[in-house]
Every structure is written in C-alpha cells, then in structure tokens.
C-alpha cells in the first residue's frame, strides 16, 4: 500500500516562503513522476509544479509560479520537496502531492493531467495573508 505524506505549510505573510514535503510510504522513489496541485476555496484543483525522474530529472512549471516554485527531491529520504517563495495571497490552497509511474511518455506535458497520477497526499493547507 502506497502512501504520500504532507507535511509543511501553514501562514505566512505576503512575500514569504514556505517548504512542503511529500514522503513517499510503501515504495522507494525510483523512476516516477510526482506531481504538486492545489485548490484555491471555490475553484478546481489546478496543476502547479511537476518533476520525471529516471536518473534525470525532468520539470514543469506552472507559468505563474516561475522563478519562485522549485521542486527537488532526495531519493535517500524518500521525499518530494516544493520550495515556494515570494508567495501571493491569492496562492492560498490546499496543496496535494500526487504520484505514478509513467515515466516513458514523451515530454512533460502529461504531468499536468491530474488523471494520470495513481496516489495523491492528504493536502496541506497554504494561507499567505497580506
């Protein structure tokens, strides 16, 4: 039985940075890909951040979120990072972590689609107030 757990998030004020974790339970992370969505009150989950690793490592962002969502992993640990910085208040959301191992698909379009992901965390709620 596989599971993904959250842990990180909280409040922080406009501009701020914040560090979510995805810990990846009963199974090692090798060859996956992971994804990070999150759903803002009264709007669907959306795609954010994204990484395919199969020795090496493929990402997609989010346009908004470029140049201050990074997503980063240690194998060793098992775990899936999201650095988020310079945070809007209209970032706030749950924010889910999601896993499958589809990694022979061509290009990295595919980590977008919620669909195709096999495990999914509990969510962790973000607030950035202003």
């Known amino acids: 039985q596989v599971q993904l757990v959250q842990s990180g998030g909280g409040t922080v004020q406009v501009g701020g940075s914040l560090r979510l974790s995805c810990a990846a339970v009963?199974?090692?992370?090798?060859?996956?890909?992971m994804g990070w969505f999150r759903q803002a009150p009264g709007k669907e989950r959306e795609f954010v951040i994204g990484?395919?690793?199969?020795?090496?490592?493929?990402?997609r962002v989010e346009d908004s979120v470029k140049g201050r969502f990074t997503i980063s992993s240690d194998n060793a640990k098992n775990t899936v990072y999201l650095q988020m910085d310079s945070l809007k208040p209209e970032e706030t959301a749950i924010y889910y972590c999601?896993?499958?191992?589809?990694?022979?698909?061509?290009?990295?379009?595919?980590?977008?689609?919620?669909?195709?992901?096999?495990?999914w965390g509990q969510g962790t709620q973000v607030t950035v107030s202003s």
């Open positions: 009963g199974r090692t992370l090798n060859r996956y890909v």
């Open positions: 999601a896993l499958n191992d589809r990694t022979s698909y061509a290009g990295t379009y595919y980590l977008e689609i919620q669909s195709l992901y096999d495990y």
């Open positions: 990484i395919r690793d199969t020795g090496e490592h493929r990402t």
